[in-house]
Every structure is written in structure tokens, then in C-alpha cells.
């Protein structure tokens, strides 16, 4: 009888891990199955009343974390808020100069959203729980017209792209995810530096402008937005011009050697409530 | 642990609201700049309470609910839980749980093994991109986190698995009073 058990336990435990195998083996690098859209459309209004059921107490342990935080950061924030007053001088001087080089040459004002996109807003009511996954559901799917691939952003800047859609839900891949790839650009004066924004897995405060040109050299504190670029049929995801991040740490060494600069994201990908969906 | 129907519907619930509780509140939060993950404790709590078989059955289950919500790649997290659940419910097979403490610290334990191995599964089959070291610092305050929750989640299962428990159901009759001459 005892035999029998253990026999039956061992059978039940090899059918699983070969169940586990042959699903990795059959999903692997497929991110939107029909048994995940399926399983997403029916627990979506279930995440959705959770999320807003807990939201209080995921605030007040949100609030505690921050507060000791933020101690730390004052002294870094102050001598922050100095070179930005100096840059803001320089913005809008640059803004103003663009404002009438846009109305000499009968361009349309663009606004802060790129061209020919409509935003859609939705909340994030789910977070993948390991590091190794960077991706958030949020509210809004196909029937509000979010399509996979659409990027997405929030107010401080790039955030990710839809991977998955269901009619009320859709799943966003952040820039933190080891999978995600964006072609990007250094701002400099004159010109901008091209390169590929990719993430360093498990450091969402850390991004990576890799394949610069080691002849141009990438200075810390400029800006990276998206390169749009389109070329032989082939297509950027990310429209031009989405602020990503800042460079922090530029050494020459290491752009000569792998050719590759540090960015701090603007968006703060640890702690996303809403973003913003660019449909078209 | 006796499952009768009734059970297996308290199981899934209990797999069901860990997995919102996870994805609505406890992937939002952060604490030492850490989300606590209680999935591997929850798997952790069934396999102490129901032994290898319930254990790795869980850990399955809750693994494959969870790729399934998360869009990712089928099998990863059902591999890792299942492992979890198992060994939790070989360790209730061959000692007794007669200490207190032994639930958080096998979910501390069994919760580092499980950010391991998922780490280890994901770097066969491969990163492309840098790994940065805080992931090691991650994996330990997770597993610190596990420690704490570890308690609440496993008297919370306990409790609502109490009558499908053998030796709760054991304690409760000898516990019963006894009339003299009955």
C-alpha cells in the first residue's frame, strides 16, 4: 500500500516537471498565448478591484519607504535643482528660438505628445513579482484602442511598450526588461549620438546606451530621448523624441572599450500608477 | 491532509487571492527598494500542510497562474514552485513540525532556493542584457521578507485548511470533555 503511494507521488511529481518543461519548451519567447490572454481576460475585472481595494494600504507602505528615502536624497535633489534652474535659462531660450524657426517654416505646433498619436491613460493594477520579468498590466485594452507594440509613457518619460492585449487589459514591457531594446540618442549641440538603450537586469535606476559610435564622445548629464528611426520598411515602435533619461556616468574608457554609456531613466519604473499609451 | 472537494476549493481560493494579493499589492510596494514576493511562502505553507504531493500540485498551480498573468513564457514559475512545494512537504513527511519557528525559516530558506533557481532557469535560457549585482541584494531581502510573512501566511492557511488537517482533527477529539459514566 505504502509502495503504492510513493509510486504514485513519484508519477504525479515527473508528470509536472515534464509538464513544465514541455511548456516552457512550447511557449518560450511567445509572450501572449491564447491560455494567457484567456486566463488575463477573466482575472482582469478581479486585479482591477484589487488594485483600487488595496491602494490605501499600498500608499502608506509606499509613503514609510519613501520618507526614509527622500532623507537621503535632499542634499542630492538641492544641488539638483541648481543645474536644471541654469538648463530652464537655457531651455527657453532654445524654445523660444524653435517656437519661431517652427513658424518660419509653417511647421504645425507639435505639443508634448509626438504627431498623429492619441493618448490613452491607464492605471497599473499589476506588477510582475521578480525582477526578472519588468513588466505592469494595466486597465485599458483593445477596446480602448491599445494595440501590441504601442508605446508607452508617463509624465516624465519613456516607460515601455503594450506586449499583450486583451479586450480590458493589456500588459506593458518596460525599458527595464531584459527582453527590451530602444534605438536612442544622445542630445548633444550640434548633432545626436545614436545607440540602443537596453536595461542592466535587476537595477531599475540604471540603464545602458550601448553601440554609440566610440569615435563621438557621449558627456555626462545629456539627454537621451527616442531615435524614431525608419528605415527600409523597417520601423522604430517608439515615435522621436520621448525623453528616456540622463546620462550618468560617461568615462571615455569605457565608451572606447564597449562602446557605452550609463542613463538614469526619468520615469520612476519602481513605482508606475499611471501611464500613458500612445495609440495611433 | 484530507481533500475532499470543499478543500479543493478552499486550496484554489487560497491560490487565487495570494496571487492578487501578490500582483495588486505586494509587486507595488516597496520596502529597502525590494518587492516582497509570498508566492513561494503561500507554495511553501501548502506543502508543510499537505505534504509532498499537495506541495508540488500547488506550487504547479500557482506557478502556471502566474505566467499565464504576467504573460510570460509558460513552465518557468510552475518548475521553480513546484520544487518548493515539494521539498516543503518532504520536510513535513520526515520530521514533525513541532517548532514554531520552522515555517518562517523553511519560507525564508525555500524562498531564497526558489529566486535561485528562477535566476538560474533564466540565465539557461538567457539574459540579453547585463546583470547587475543588486540582484543577489534582492534575493536576500526577499528572503528576509519571506521570514516575516512567512507566519501570517502560514497560520492564515492553516486556519482555513483546519478541517482537512489530520492532526488538528486529532487534538480537537482528544480535546473534547469527557462526562464521567458517558
Redesign the interface.
Known amino acids: 500500500m505504502y509502495r503504492k503511494q510513493v509510486r504514485r507521488r513519484r508519477a504525479v511529481l515527473a508528470l509536472l516537471v515534464v509538464s513544465s518543461f514541455a511548456l516552457l519548451t512550447a511557449t518560450y519567447g511567445q509572450r501572449s498565448g491564447g491560455l494567457q490572454r484567456g486566463v488575463s481576460a477573466v482575472f482582469g475585472p478581479f486585479q482591477e478591484g484589487a488594485d483600487r481595494a488595496l491602494k490605501p494600504a499600498r500608499d502608506l507602505v509606499n509613503w514609510f519607504d519613501q520618507t526614509f528615502e527622500a532623507r537621503g536624497q535632499n542634499e542630492r535633489l538641492q544641488d539638483e535643482v541648481e543645474q536644471l534652474r541654469s538648463e530652464v535659462a537655457a531651455g527657453k531660450v532654445a524654445l523660444s528660438e524653435n517656437n519661431q524657426l517652427r513658424k518660419l517654416v509653417g511647421l504645425q505646433r507639435a505639443g508634448e505628445l509626438p504627431l498623429g498619436f492619441e493618448p490613452v491613460t491607464g492605471r497599473v493594477i499589476g506588477k510582475s513579482p521578480t525582477v526578472w520579468y519588468s513588466t505592469v498590466t494595466i486597465d485599458h485594452g483593445t477596446s480602448s484602442g491599445v494595440r501590441v507594440n504601442d508605446p508607452v509613457i508617463n509624465g516624465d518619460g519613456l516607460v515601455g511598450r503594450i506586449t499583450s492585449a486583451t479586450r480590458g487589459t493589456a500588459q506593458v514591457t518596460l525599458i527595464t526588461d531584459h527582453t527590451s531594446a530602444v534605438s536612442a540618442m544622445a542630445l548633444t549641440e550640434d548633432q545626436g549620438i545614436q545607440g540602443v538603450i537596453k536595461p542592466e537586469v535587476g537595477n531599475p535606476d540604471d540603464l545602458i546606451l550601448d553601440f554609440i559610435d566610440s569615435n563621438q564622445h557621449v558627456r555626462t548629464s545629456q539627454l537621451v530621448v527616442t531615435a524614431g528611426f525608419k528605415a527600409r520598411g523597417l520601423a522604430s515602435f517608439y515615435p522621436y523624441g520621448i525623453p528616456i533619461g540622463r546620462v550618468t556616468d560617461a568615462t571615455i574608457a569605457e565608451q572606447e572599450a564597449s562602446q557605452q554609456v550609463h542613463v538614469r531613466p526619468f520615469a520612476d519604473l519602481r513605482n508606475l500608477q499611471f501611464v500613458q499609451v500612445l495609440t495611433k | 491532509m484530507i481533500v475532499t472537494p470543499r478543500i479543493m476549493v478552499r486550496i484554489v481560493a487560497i491560490v487565487?487571492a495570494a496571487?492578487?494579493?501578490?500582483?495588486?499589492?505586494?509587486?507595488?510596494?516597496?520596502?529597502?527598494?525590494t518587492?516582497p514576493?509570498i508566492?513561494p511562502a503561500v507554495a511553501v505553507s501548502l506543502g508543510l500542510l499537505g505534504g509532498?504531493?499537495a506541495g508540488?500540485?500547488s506550487g504547479?498551480a500557482i506557478?502556471?497562474?502566474?505566467?499565464?498573468?504576467?504573460?510570460?513564457?509558460?513552465?518557468?514559475s510552475?518548475?521553480v514552485l513546484?520544487s518548493v512545494g515539494?521539498l516543503a512537504g518532504v520536510y513535513r513527511e520526515r520530521f514533525d513540525v513541532t517548532n514554531s519557528l520552522v515555517p518562517p525559516l523553511l519560507c525564508m530558506g525555500l524562498t531564497l532556493l526558489a529566486?535561485a533557481s528562477?535566476?538560474a532557469l533564466?540565465l539557461m535560457?538567457g539574459?540579453?542584457?547585463?546583470?547587475?549585482?543588486?540582484?543577489v541584494r534582492?534575493m536576500v531581502i526577499k528572503s528576509i521578507f519571506a521570514f516575516f510573512l512567512g507566519v501570517p501566511i502560514y497560520l492564515g492557511i492553516r486556519r482555513a485548511l483546519r478541517p482537512a488537517l489530520i492532526e488538528d482533527q486529532a487534538v480537537r477529539r482528544s480535546a473534547q470533555p469527557r462526562m464521567m459514566g458517558a
Not at chain 2, 19 to 33: R, Y
Not at chain 2, 127 to 135: E, N
Open positions: 487565487v496571487m492578487l494579493l501578490q500582483l495588486s499589492f505586494f509587486s507595488q510596494v516597496e520596502v529597502l527598494q518587492s514576493d508566492l509532498s504531493l508540488a500540485v504547479f506557478g502556471l497562474l502566474l505566467d499565464c498573468l504576467i504573460v510570460e513564457a509558460l513552465g518557468a510552475s518548475m513546484l515539494y529566486e528562477f535566476a533564466q535560457l539574459v540579453d542584457a547585463p546583470i547587475s549585482a543588486l540582484i534582492d
